[in-house]
């Protein structure tokens, strides 16, 4: 799942709940989690590609 469909997934939810009440709060509560989720793997695979690897700056012996 991308992150702009569970985006959209989410303004949804939160729309289906501001006209008719809590009643869906455990779907909304369970796809904004797994977009956070998504985010927080991007930001990390994001910071561990922008370190620079110690392998590559190791010199031959």
């Avoid at 303004?11 to 709060?25: C, N, P, R």
């Avoid at 796809?31 to 989720?37: E, F, I, S, Y």
Wanted: net charge positive; hydrophobic share 35%.
């Amino acid at each position: 799942m991308t992150e702009e469909r569970l985006e959209r997934a989410v303004s949804v939810l939160a729309d289906i709940m501001s006209e008719h009440g809590q009643a869906h709060a455990h779907l909304f509560d369970q796809v904004k989690q797994q977009l956070d989720a998504l985010r927080q793997r991007r930001e990390n695979a994001e910071a561990r590609n922008s370190k620079p690897s110690e392998k590559r700056f190791r010199k031959a012996s």
